[in-house]
């Protein structure tokens, strides 16, 4: 759009945590369309976890989407023929949908039977700071702190 930036839409809380951060999570997790069976895959799994760690599942999903989060991370930006990692701030939507994004990656990518387990397993281990989304973010972090010395470039 050239004029004015687009409008936000709004995300309807889901039906069971009344939440729209879960409501987020199941559009990131859903294929072709098929919300229907996001929703189930992610309701599925918080049983899962509900079963595994005998917590408020909501909580243990929050707590592992926070520590999946990233704060900083490093951009190309090229200057008088080099090309320097330069460590920049995220939004706070844009932190938000790469943990998230991260988290539902890296469950696809788990070994385990069905999606429902695997994305269990991931929320689980994220929580407790373990997991390859959490992996990632500490990676991301030490990159940006590896390149800090090129901030000024900002």
Known sequence: ???????????????????????????????????????????????????KTDENPHEVWQKAVANATP?????????????????????????????????????RERSGKGMAEKLAAEIIAASKGEGAAVKRKEDTHRMAEANRAFAHFR
């Open 71 to 107: 704060q900083v991370e490093v951009r190309s930006k090229r200057i008088g023929g080099a090309t320097f990692q330069i460590p920049t701030e995220i939004p706070a939507k844009r932190k938000l949908s790469i943990g998230m994004k991260w988290m539902i990656r890296f469950s």
């Open 1 to 51: 759009m050239r004029k004015r930036r687009p409008k936000k839409r709004i995300v309807a809380p889901d039906p069971r945590f009344n939440d729209v951060m879960v409501t987020q999570f199941v559009n990131n997790l859903m294929l072709s369309g098929k919300k229907t069976v996001a929703f189930a895959l992610f309701y599925d799994a918080m049983d899962i976890v509900a079963s």
